[in-house]
């Protein structure tokens, strides 16, 4: 085999890519860049990160063959009905953070209090380790939140140290386990960068550098199942989308899938609205704020989108009053979002 100089080689007619930038590679070169400030501590953990991300795909992979489908036979502290691949998606994560020495704090959606671990960790994980389970049973994608915050000096490691807004978030993102595992990546001020599980290398390609979301898309996806309970805002919106009132205007198509992890990823690649609005069945919300709406509306910020409340509040900028508080989100497009709180503000709904 030849090489081209620059990092690819000719196999007949057929080129091969040998300068492959992987996860671990791509955190690495992170760290260098930022120098002597750099401890290793977060490139630590996040190593211990992909570890849960790789071993929670392959038992997604293997579920139907070795009966881990099916409810497990109790609920989680959100009232959710936990499937087997929940318990064990949270167990991995649980004893991933714990053994990696750098974590102090873990707050689960499978656990009732926050975790506190031995040690002096500097950072705090909050996750749902696997988002959209109850689709599994349907071989439909699900996927993996998370957010790290860090710890201030001299932090005791409490559930009340939880409680910030996402603008504290240093980084998030999510997996999402389809046809491949892909990892989407963010960091505090940074770009967004998405990487695919090579199975046969057992390591997290990047493939999706820099990831833009298109500024405005007719898509849009939400349970409309909802709508009898939806406010008038929000009925309004979505009308006025449906049946555009300006002449030659289209209206906007459907696309949703019921995991929040597939359809963000979705909306981040194609662009367009995900929304899941509070309404009066929960007039707080449905989605869990500190692992749910933080992580993922930092991804769309960074990523040139918008996210925001039901009451139109930047969503990173909401405070939790506990560590499984609710609240509604309408993300996406920087523009779909914009025709979102300009609705909702000719209704007089304004964000304070």
């Known amino acids: 085999m030849a090489s081209n100089g620059n990092g690819g080689g000719h196999h007949g007619d057929s080129e091969v890519k040998t300068d492959i930038i992987t996860l671990t590679r791509f955190l690495t070169e992170e760290q260098h860049r930022l120098g002597p400030h750099a401890t290793g501590d977060f490139t630590l953990l996040c190593h211990a990160l ?15 063959l070795i009966n881990l489908i099916g409810l497990a036979g109790s609920s989680n502290m959100t009232g959710d009905d936990q499937k087997k691949l929940d318990v064990i998606g949270n167990e991995i994560f649980v004893n991933t953070m714990r053994g990696c020495g750098k974590v102090k704090v873990l707050v ?7 975790i506190i671990f031995p ?4 950072y705090a994980v909050v996750c749902d380790p696997i988002d959209g389970s109850s689709n599994l049973d349907a071989g ?6 998370f957010g790290i915050f860090k710890l201030d000096d001299g932090a005791e490691g409490k559930a009340e140290d939880m409680l910030k807004p996402g603008t504290e978030l240093v980084a998030s993102g999510f997996t999402m386990y389809g046809a491949s595992a892909n990892l989407v990546l963010t960091m505090k001020g940074g770009s967004v960068n998405g990487f695919t599980l090579d199975t046969a290398l057992g390591e997290f390609i990047l493939t999706h550098p820099d990831m833009r979301i298109p500024k405005s898309k007719g898509i849009y996806s939400v349970n409309e199942g909802n709508s009898l309970y939806w406010t008038e805002p929000c009925k309004a919106y979505f009308e006025s989308i449906k049946y555009p009132q300006e002449p030659g205007s289209k209206p906007y198509s459907a696309r949703y899938i019921g995991s929040m992890v597939a359809d963000a990823y979705r909306t981040l690649c ?16 449905k989605l869990r704020i500190l692992y749910e709406c933080a992580p993922m509306a930092m991804v769309m910020e960074n990523a040139g989108g918008l996210a925001v409340t039901s009451d139109q509040r930047r969503m990173l900028e909401v405070v939790p009053e506990h560590i499984h508080d609710r609240s509604g989100i309408f993300m996406g ?4 979002v914009t025709k979102v709180t300009d609705v909702f503000k000719k209704h007089g709904v304004v964000a304070k």
């Open 108 to 114: 689960s959606e499978e656990e009732e209090e926050a």
């Open 119 to 122: 040690g002096h960790g500097k």
């Open 270 to 285: 194609y662009g367009g609205l995900f929304a899941y609005p509070a309404d009066k069945k929960s007039p707080k919300g």
């Open 140 to 145: 439909v994608s699900v996927g993996t939140i």
């Open 333 to 336: 497009s920087y523009d779909e």
């Open 50 to 64: 992909q570890f849960s991300f790789k071993s929670i795909a392959y038992y997604i992979r293997r579920a139907t």
